[in-house]
């Protein structure tokens, strides 16, 4: 009988738990809900558009961080909106992109609600491009000069000047130019490639110096399975115009792996890959050649490029989204 009043109360005691429990959330809930009817949804409007990118920031966000934004024109309302950007999209976005966004406005209050970009299925920007996108890299930066270095040069910093110019050249040309770099800042080589698959790339090229013991003389294209084998070719014979011969134009297989290239800026790019060896800076021949020619290589590598893309006149009709 004891056992049996003892169950009974601890029954009715949970009961009585639960109930007051359930009570206080169905309380909370109703709350949060209610706010609901505080809103005139007649003076809201949701609103997905194409936006225009007016400019973008690179701001401190604390002693080793860097925050990044974009400016955004709403031109349907004529508001500019701040929103918080990735740094591959800091790279990506330039004066006058298109962007895809969506926003809440009240119409009453004349005010922005709530503003995000609109993204694709796998959280990328939407951004409507109508020509080809080519990933060019300054191979090595920051504390990392690179090993082809010598007397005349850092490699990090001729890498950029070569990369720099073709960009140029490039945009001219009418080639959308994206840089893993811009300056004298180490980029890890999964960042490099992160970059490239970001935006699906026609193309990537990595720009380097070669070194070797001193003997090793030419221009080195090593391209990936992915790459236009033929292409490889024309680029190296057409940057010998600027007077080094060719040594090579191969691709390599990982040894352990013979299905995946031997290069990480390879095995990790979604899009045919090259890296651009322009001779050897422990070469006293190539040296010259390459200090003083320097910029006849970055014109030859860039009309080999937009040769490939254009066989006639620029296609604006495709689209790319990224």
Request: aromatic share 10%; hydrophobic share 35%; charged share 25%.
């Given at each position: 009988m004891k056992n049996w009043r003892s169950t009974f109360i601890i029954i009715v005691i949970s009961f009585l738990l639960g109930f007051f429990t359930a009570s206080s959330k169905s309380e909370n809930t109703s709350h949060v809900f209610g706010n609901m009817?505080?809103?005139?949804?007649?003076?809201?409007?949701?609103?997905?558009?194409?936006?225009?990118?007016?400019?973008?920031?690179?701001?401190?966000?604390?002693?080793d961080e860097t925050a990044y934004t974009v400016d955004i024109e709403l031109q349907s309302i004529s508001e500019t909106v701040k929103l918080d950007i990735s740094i591959i999209e800091y790279k990506i976005l330039r004066r006058g992109d298109p962007v895809m966004v969506h926003y809440v406005y009240d119409t009453e209050k004349d005010e922005i609600?709530?503003?995000?970009?609109?993204?694709?299925?796998?959280?990328?920007?939407?951004?409507?491009?109508?020509?080809?996108?080519?990933?060019?890299?300054?191979?090595?930066?920051?504390?990392?000069?690179?090993?082809?270095?010598?007397?005349?040069?850092?490699e990090k910093e001729l890498n950029l000047k070569i990369t720099l110019l073709m960009k140029k050249l490039l945009e001219e040309g009418g080639i959308r130019v994206v840089l893993t770099r811009s300056k004298d800042e180490y980029v890890t080589l999964y960042d490099r490639c992160e970059l490239s698959n970001y935006i699906e790339a026609d193309m990537f090229i990595s720009n380097h110096i070669n070194k070797y013991n001193g003997w090793l003389s030419g221009i080195d294209i090593l391209y990936?399975?992915?790459?236009?084998?033929?292409?490889?070719?024309?680029?190296?014979?057409?940057?010998?115009?600027?007077?080094?011969?060719?040594?090579?134009?191969?691709?390599?297989?990982?040894?352990?792996?013979?299905?995946?290239?031997?290069?990480?800026?390879?095995?990790?790019?979604?899009?045919?890959?090259?890296?651009?060896?322009?001779?050897?800076?422990?070469?006293?021949?190539?040296?010259?050649i390459i200090n003083e020619n320097w910029e006849e290589m970055a014109e030859y590598a860039a009309d080999a490029i937009l040769r490939h893309f254009f066989h006639g006149p620029v296609p604006m009709n495709r689209n790319i989204y990224y």
């Open positions: 009817n505080l809103i005139n949804h007649d003076s809201i409007l949701w609103i997905n558009e194409e936006g225009i990118v007016s400019g973008t920031n690179e701001t401190g966000a604390g002693e609600l709530y503003v995000q970009f609109i993204r694709d299925e796998k959280g990328r920007l939407e951004l409507g491009l109508t020509r080809p996108v080519v990933v060019l890299d300054a191979g090595h930066g920051g504390f990392d000069d690179g090993e082809g270095s010598n007397g005349l040069w850092l990936s399975m992915k790459a236009d084998e033929s292409f490889a070719y024309d680029m190296a014979d057409t940057i010998s115009k600027a007077g080094l011969e060719v040594r090579s134009v191969h691709f390599r297989r990982d040894t352990d792996h013979p299905e995946l290239d031997y290069y990480f800026v390879h095995h990790n790019n979604d899009s045919e890959s090259y890296i651009v060896e322009y001779g050897y800076a422990d070469n006293e021949h190539d040296a010259i």
